[in-house]
């Protein structure tokens, strides 16, 4: 610090070198501390003086607080060593801010004529300073900034005109999930789309598209394929078959009723990709279009949300009366659906009941569930998919999926045995890659 003060002193003993008033002290001989001490309380001296003839003219007296650097310990402030190198403009008509320089230019006196009485910086002070804790009243203040505003003017001062642009929200909303799994399954003996236990390779895609106007009106885009080969043994003609094979497309339009609650018409259109053929023949047992199940099922839907979070969610729809098509398309295999001869489609109609939910049960756990129930009071056809993911990493997923399905629109899938049931299960455990997007 004492080296900072020596170089200010040099800088400014040069910056005065060609006043007269500096050429007439150099002359002089160097004064003592008490003549230094003196000559800086005679500045204080008519500081105080000029502070008394201000006041008398002021509104209210002045506080004391403009005196604080002159009037404390001698300290090194930077604000007065700025004023005094920069050469600054002190010519100024504000009382207050006279008085500011005034005490800035007494404290730089001070620095160049007795640096030793300096003891302490500007940073000194900063970090001893402290919130005051014997202060309990709130400060009162009388100014109101309306009062100072009051002549302004909100007007903006342009020349040229202001174009005002409203773009509207975008409610659409576009996600998707796409996975590459390998597995390990099992099959009941009498599962209605056939298979058998063996390992597998999977290719499972999701794609959505949603519309939510956050007001009255959402509607819902899902497409699904699943695709799954694997290797048959007991199938001399073909080394892989297919066994997962899904072409699913659901659509879920809905107009808010109250609450949660929705009219809606849901619209399901499913079949499979690839043709499945009999163990070790040409016989086709199914392909594109053959079937073609369409659900068309008007009635009512509630959003669910539930937990402390609203984590578990899903939508619930209800239609008392739905109409249920089947479509084949190759007539080979239209008595296989229970299609009359010479048609190629039956239609029937009875309640229908759909719930979708989704459950992150942790970071890295996740249940997915499929729950359809169809009839015409005939037959009834009931599916319940789950789907949980194990996330290992961002990109490895570890996939247990189960399906049990009750069916008994039809012999063909009755079970041989003395139980003589219609349920059905599909079960595999994969791993593979995931990705979502």
């Known amino acids: 610090m004492k080296r900072l003060i020596i170089l200010f002193s040099i800088c400014l003993m040069a910056l005065n070198a060609n006043s007269t008033t500096r050429k007439e002290q150099t002359e002089e001989e160097p004064a003592d501390s008490s003549l230094i001490l003196k000559s800086y309380l005679q500045a204080l001296d008519s500081l105080v003086a000029e502070r008394d003839s201000l006041s008398k003219v002021a509104p209210f007296p002045t506080p004391n ?8 310990r001698p300290t090194l402030y930077s604000t007065s060593l700025h004023q005094a190198m920069g050469q600054t403009d002190t010519s100024c008509s504000d009382m207050q801010i006279q008085r500011i320089f005034a005490a800035r230019k007494a404290l730089s006196s001070l620095y160049a004529k007795a640096p030793q009485l300096v003891t302490q910086t500007e940073s000194d002070i900063l970090g001893q300073a402290g919130i005051r804790s014997d202060i309990n009243e709130m400060l009162q203040t009388s100014d109101k900034l309306a009062d100072k505003i009051a002549a302004a003017t909100l007007e903006p001062d342009m020349n040229e005109p202001i174009q005002v ?19 390990q399954s099992y099959f009941s003996d009498n599962w209605y789309q056939g298979g058998e236990k063996n390992y597998m390779c999977n290719l499972d895609v999701t794609l959505r598209a949603n519309y939510n106007d956050q007001s009255k009106i959402n509607w819902e885009n899902t497409l699904d394929i699943q ?15 297919p066994n997962h094979n899904l072409l699913r497309y659901t659509f879920n339009g809905g107009y808010k009723a109250w609450k949660s ?17 009999q163990k070790n023949t040409d016989n086709i047992t199914s392909e594109f279009l053959s079937p073609l199940e369409v659900t068309v099922a008007p009635g009512m839907k509630y959003e669910i949300k539930w937990g402390k ?9 209800v239609a008392p ?6 479509y084949v398309k190759n007539d080979d295999l239209v008595k296989n659906y229970g299609i009359p001869e010479g048609k190629n489609q039956k239609t029937t109609f009875g309640p229908n009941i759909t719930l979708n939910t989704n459950w992150p049960i942790t970071k890295q756990i996740n249940w997915r569930s499929r729950m359809y129930w169809m009839s015409n009071f005939d037959y009834h056809i009931w599916e319940w998919e789950n789907t949980i993911d194990f996330t290992v990493t961002k990109l490895i997923t570890t ?35 995931k990705y979502n997007f």
């Open 65 to 72: 607080a403009y005196y604080y650097q002159i009037l404390s």
């Open 165 to 183: 642009i409203t773009r509207r929200p975008n409610f659409w909303k576009f996600a998707g999930s796409s996975a590459l799994q390998f597995m």
């Open 227 to 241: 695709l799954g080969f694997q290797t048959t043994e007991s199938d001399t003609k073909r080394t892989f078959r």
């Open 261 to 277: 609650w929705y009219y809606s018409l849901q619209v399901i259109l499913k079949t499979q990709i690839a043709p499945t053929y």
């Open 309 to 317: 979070k609203k984590k578990f969610t899903g939508q619930l729809n």
């Open 321 to 326: 009366l739905a109409m249920h098509i089947i």
């Open 399 to 433: 996939t247990l999926y189960l399906y049990p399905r009750f069916d008994n629109s039809n012999e063909k899938y009755k079970k041989n045995s003395r139980f003589d049931t219609y349920m059905m299960f599909k079960e595999w455990l994969s791993i593979g890659l």
